[in-house]
């Protein structure tokens, strides 16, 4: 496992686990699954494509790499799930494993699938940084790249901490020029 809490005796993990556990119970029944949305974004024909992801890859990254997969597209797919306005999550699917980047690290105290991710990248970061930490991204910044988002782009759309994450999903989108694919799924979703 990566992070350094994963590791620890596991009457310390019982104990963030508890934490976790409580913040959920005072946050209410909603907290199992947040506000957000994720969407599919396909690339063939020089074409881009949008649809909307299930609710539960809000919470379980295993849930986006399935949603992913199952397209079984010829070209690029990529999704971008958005959780709580907080925080996003770029999922690339690749045959060499998947990529991916989180917006802000420091989600992984609240979020599940944060702290996935963060897991999933082998990021050997503990909580107690994170309690303290300044949000910043964690991930491959180069995923979209070959597709048209460079690296630089991305990091300037990640360093404008006044945008709220959903706003930075359609800085990409803007971007990468599929802004109104995006915008079509996000009004079925009432977004």
């Given amino acids: ?17 508890a934490m976790g556990a409580q913040r959920a119970s005072a946050q209410g029944p909603s907290a199992d699954t947040p506000d957000g949305f994720g969407v599919a974004v396909v690339r063939e024909d020089g074409k881009w494509r949008c649809s909307a992801m299930r609710p539960k890859v809000l919470t379980s990254l295993a849930a986006a790499e399935t949603d992913l997969r199952e397209l079984r597209s010829a070209g690029a797919v ?25 917006s802000d690290a420091t989600a992984a105290l609240d979020y599940d699938i944060a702290a996935e991710v963060l897991e999933n990248l082998d990021a050997e970061i503990d909580p107690e940084d994170l309690e ?8 491959d910044l180069g995923l ?43 009004e079925r979703l009432g977004r």
Avoid: N
């Fill in 78 to 102: 990529f999704g971008l799930i958005d959780v709580d306005d907080e925080f996003f999550v770029i999922v690339r699917p690749a045959p060499s494993g998947t990529r991916l980047l989180l």
């Fill in 144 to 186: 979209l790249s070959d597709i048209g988002l460079p690296e630089a782009v991305l990091g300037v759309i990640l360093d404008e901490t006044d945008l709220y994450a959903d706003e930075q999903v359609a800085r990409i989108a803007e971007e990468m020029g599929f802004a109104e694919e995006l915008s079509a799924v996000l």
């Fill in 132 to 139: 303290d930490a300044e949000p910043f991204e964690e991930g």
């Fill in 1 to 17: 496992m990566c992070w350094h809490w994963l590791v620890k005796p596991p009457a310390d993990r019982l104990a963030y686990a």
